[in-house]
């Protein structure tokens, strides 16, 4: 009676070996900054809004902003794609600028 579970067994598992899914090839989602029909800069270009996205040193960068003065909004944002050298921005209440570049997770303001 073993024998013949087992034979139904290992033929159950080969016969669903036939039936698997193609792999499917998943295009990389490219991230389009939302443009909002509105608002141009002083010289009637139209400002592009980048998504936050939070990066490796993210938290580092927001103490540096913080010892500056810049508090509010919602952190240091990634402004290149992650390596070895990041640049970070980060928002201010005041409606300054705080930037800073990382290499090797070594920050600096800029």
């Known amino acids: 009676m073993k024998l013949y579970v087992l ?10 070996s036939m039936f698997q899914a193609e792999p499917v090839a998943v295009a990389p989602v490219a991230v389009k900054a939302a ?9 009637g270009a139209p400002i592009e809004r980048v998504p936050f996205v939070p990066g490796r040193s993210s938290a580092t960068v ?7 003065g810049c508090t509010g909004g919602q952190g240091a ?3 290149t794609p992650e390596g070895p050298v990041e640049v970070y921005r980060m928002m201010c209440q005041e409606g ?4 800073a570049r990382c290499e090797l997770r070594q920050c600096k303001a800029m």
């Open 77 to 79: 944002g990634l402004m």
């Open 96 to 99: 300054r600028t705080f930037m």
């Open 7 to 16: 034979t139904f067994c290992a033929l159950l598992a080969s016969g669903c």
């Open 62 to 68: 927001e103490k540096m902003a913080k010892l500056k």
């Open 35 to 43: 443009r909002q029909p509105g608002l141009v800069d002083a010289n």
